[in-house]
């Protein structure tokens, strides 16, 4: 099972099951330490450790625990498996179609994204506005309900017209599934799930305004690549090479295989960059090769 988890990670444009695995991880990991607290009649070693990873609701709680707002996004409630259940699917479904038109960078972006944005919505209407302050629980708020729905609402911006086939309903455009989930947060906004249902707008807000900026060029998670760039380049070794260099004289160009070898290599790693992270990462470089090689 370590070797097929392992595997996933490695695999290319494949953030869709990777997020997916750290959620079940982190699920599976509360739950043995709940199970065990309970039976050593030492509960408040589980919900010590469970309010260090749920979102507080009064914001003089959260600033004593920021890490908080992503956090709260990878850890779901642990009464039913129902919850995190729904969450994967539609985040599998959903990611799916991300990756294949944005890449796994941009689906990770998203994923982030959603969940800041609803953490912003759900700290702000409890701060702010009384008539959640008795509808909102204290203890804080756990769910990758905002960041599924950042995502879900994404793509149906960018595909509004992408058909699923659904059991017992046939073929849906996404762009009504999207509507209907939207509508329910919207009427479950006052009801006892009120700043989940808060935190899902906001989340859903965040995927409608992320694809519409993409589409004009702007890219608002640029930051959180290059942040999960410069974290990965802590943990991979670069080997020091020398460099010599000597006076040659020049020769006449001529075509030869290993040139054109070297060439499919450069072109081959700039389709796997555009499979990744989508055209607009390429460098000026990268594009005008790209077009060079088109034209052959």
Known sequence: ??????????????????????????????????????????????????????????????????????????????????????????????????IEYLGSDKLIALYVLGALTGAFFYLLVYNTIPFYQGRIPVLGMVGASAAVYAVLVAAATLLPDYTFFLMFLGPVRIKYIALVYIVISFLGSIGTNAGGNVAHLGGALMGFIYVK???????????????????????????????????????????SAKASKATQDEIDTILDKISDRGYESLTKEEKEKLFNASKK
């Open 1 to 98: 099972m370590f070797d097929e988890f392992k595997n996933a990670f490695q695999k290319h444009n494949n953030a869709h099951v990777q997020l997916i695995i750290i959620n079940v991880v982190a699920f599976l990991i509360l739950a043995v330490i709940k199970v065990f607290s309970n039976i050593s009649g030492s509960t408040e070693v589980f919900d010590f450790i469970h309010a260090q990873l749920a979102i507080p609701a009064p914001f003089l709680d959260f600033i004593k625990k920021p890490w908080t707002i992503i956090s709260y996004s990878f850890v779901h409630d642990l009464s039913s498996v129902w919850h995190i259940l729904f969450n994967m699917l539609i985040f599998y479904w959903f990611g799916k179609l991300i």
């Open 213 to 255: 900026q993409m589409q004009i060029g702007v890219n608002w998670g640029s930051w959180i690549t290059s942040t999960l760039d410069w974290i990965r380049g802590l943990f991979v070794s670069q080997s020091k090479v020398k460099v010599t260099y000597r006076k040659t004289e020049p020769k006449p160009t001529q075509p």
